[in-house]
């Protein structure tokens, strides 16, 4: 938390109101990125879509590494609830760019023994207008789930985030 203070603040908020259940991880690129953070719920993705949070000071002593969670952003303070994951096997030329834009500084991670976990999520390739995923502004949309279950079936999702002590693990270690 540290790291980004802000960001991991703005996480577990969200986290703690549940932001997070049941939501689609709608950008999955194999040696690249996942990204996720718009609610399944229509109502709460709509109102905290507005609230961007200010950027934390980069620090640029923590470089990226597979597993490793930021905010994806837009701009300088655009942060509100897209996160991404750096995925394993991404190259090392690849984590030199993760962290050049001021709002993506990293507030978590994935435990290196869980990252299989993160290589089982469904890939549709990057998003609309890069590839053939999901087009990110039709999530937005009231019909935004109908359209992901219709058009990508076999889309990964968030089952249940919420926060547990660092003794508590998943025994499948199975579940994100």
């Known amino acids: 938390p540290n790291w980004s203070p802000l960001g991991a603040a703005r996480f577990l908020h969200l986290v703690r109101i549940g932001y997070f259940n049941g939501c689609a991880l709608n950008r999955v690129v194999k040696n690249f990125l996942t990204q996720f953070g718009m609610s399944s719920d229509f109502a709460a ?7 961007s949070i200010d950027d934390d000071t980069p620090l640029f002593d923590v470089p990226f590494q597979p597993g490793y969670l930021s905010y994806a952003g837009s701009g300088p303070s655009s942060r509100t609830t897209e996160i991404f994951v750096v995925m394993p096997d991404v190259s090392d030329h690849q984590l030199k760019f993760f962290g050049t ?14 990252l299989h976990v993160v290589n089982k999520w469904y890939s549709y390739g990057d998003i609309v207008p890069f590839g053939d995923g999901p087009d990110p502004q039709k999530i ?18 968030i089952k249940n985030c919420e926060i547990t002590s660092s003794e508590s693990k998943t ?3 199975e579940e994100f």
């Open 45 to 51: 993705r709509t109102t905290w879509r507005q609230e």
């Open 171 to 173: 025994t499948t270690g």
């Open 101 to 114: 834009n001021p709002w993506e500084t990293p507030f978590g991670y994935v435990e290196p023994e869980d």
């Open 140 to 157: 937005y949309h009231e019909d935004g789930y109908d359209y992901l279950s219709r058009e990508f079936p076999k889309m990964s999702y």
